[in-house]
Structure formats: structure tokens, C-alpha cells
Nanobody, 124 residues
Framework: QVQLVESGGGLVQAGGSLRLSCAAS????????IGWFRQGPESEREFVAA????????YGADSLKGRFTISRDNAKNMVNLQMNGLKPEDTGDYYC?????????????????WGQGTQVTVSS
């Protein structure tokens, strides 16, 4: 089993920044991919970014590149999501996910484990 706990969400003004963290514990396999997804108040869950432990490959949604950056902290077994230049449309619940994802990292169906989510609210 793998446990994922997100933190770092909150309320921020437009143009501000937040750093989300995903703490992973349990049976983390070196080949796992860690992904971030989000779901707005009236939208479906969408892919934000992903990181593969086995080769340090980073993936990101094209629409968010330049503002969102994913990285990992080996010492703490965490994956972080730095979000800059936040906009009201970035408001939503952000989820961390993990799994043995070999391809299509953007698909939430590829991930076996999910955190409870952390809420991000961007005010205009």
C-alpha cells in the first residue's frame, strides 16, 4: 500500500504563488510515477504535472507550463508542485496520485493511489 498526503493549499490572491507538497509513504516502488491533478468547482479532474522516479522525467500540462513546476525532494520522499502567477481559474482541489504508470501519464486511470486532496482558492 502507498499513502499520499497533500499539503500547502490555501487562499491566495491572483498573481501569487503556492507550493503544494505530496508526502509519499508505504511501499513506494522506484518505477512509480507521481502525478498532480486538479478539479475545479464545475469541471472534471485534469492533469497538471507528473514525475517519474525511475528516470527523473518531468511531464506538465501544456497550458500550465511556465507557471507550474514539479520537483521532488528525495530526503523527504516528497514531490512538490510550485505554482506561480496564479489565476482565479486555478481554483480547485489538487490531488496527488501514484502508480506504475508506463505511458499516458496524463490519464488519471493509470494511477492506483490517490491522496485526499488540498484546496487552492485564488481570489481576483
Amino acid at each position: 500500500q502507498v499513502q499520499l498526503v497533500e499539503s500547502g493549499g490555501g487562499l491566495v490572491q491572483a498573481g501569487g504563488s503556492l507550493r503544494l507538497s505530496c508526502a509519499a509513504s508505504g511501499r513506494i516502488i522506484s518505477s512509480y510515477t507521481i502525478g498532480w491533478f486538479r478539479q475545479g468547482p464545475e469541471s472534471e479532474r485534469e492533469f497538471v504535472a507528473a514525475f517519474t522516479w525511475r528516470d527523473d522525467t518531468v511531464y506538465g500540462a501544456d497550458s500550465l507550463k511556465g507557471r507550474f513546476t514539479i520537483s521532488r525532494d528525495n530526503a523527504k520522499n516528497m514531490v512538490n508542485l510550485q505554482m506561480n502567477g496564479l489565476k482565479p481559474e486555478d481554483t480547485g482541489d489538487y490531488y496527488c496520485a501514484a502508480g506504475a504508470v508506463l505511458d499516458a501519464v496524463q490519464s488519471e486511470r493509470r494511477y492506483q493511489y490517490w491522496g485526499q486532496g488540498t484546496q487552492v482558492t485564488v481570489s481576483s
